[in-house]
């Protein structure tokens, strides 16, 4: 059974940073690309980010310079570091790792 859990949501201040967790089992970790989307209010489910079993990353524009994907193999875990967080930042961050997606985890970026 495939299980993504993600982690380390919450609220944060106009410019803070959290880091996000996604512990993945039921798969072989090291052989899949892992993936972060959101989902912010109102809005269709977007794109973050992806780092492949290669440790190759890509962001996309609204986050490039500011979130940084990376893996941990020996722990199953993908992590997304969101620093200089803006209130559009706010939103619903699920983890992805092919065909399977974690329940999500809130984040809330207001002062």
């Known amino acids: 059974q495939v299980q993504l859990v993600e982690s380390g949501g919450g609220l944060v201040q106009p410019g803070g940073s959290l880091r996000l967790s996604c512990a993945a089992s039921g798969i072989i970790f090291s052989d899949n690309t892992m993936a972060w989307s959101r989902q912010r209010p109102g809005k269709q489910r977007e794109f973050v980010a992806y780092?492949?079993?290669?440790?190759?990353?890509h962001h996309a524009d609204s986050v490039k310079g500011r979130f940084t994907i990376s893996r941990d193999n020996a722990k199953s875990t993908v992590y997304l570091q969101m620093n200089s967080l803006k209130p559009e930042d706010t939103a619903v961050y699920y983890c992805?790792?092919?065909?399977?997606w974690g329940q999500g985890t809130q984040v809330t970026v207001s002062s």
């Open positions: 780092i492949t079993r290669g440790g190759l990353t």
């Open positions: 992805q790792a092919g065909a399977y």
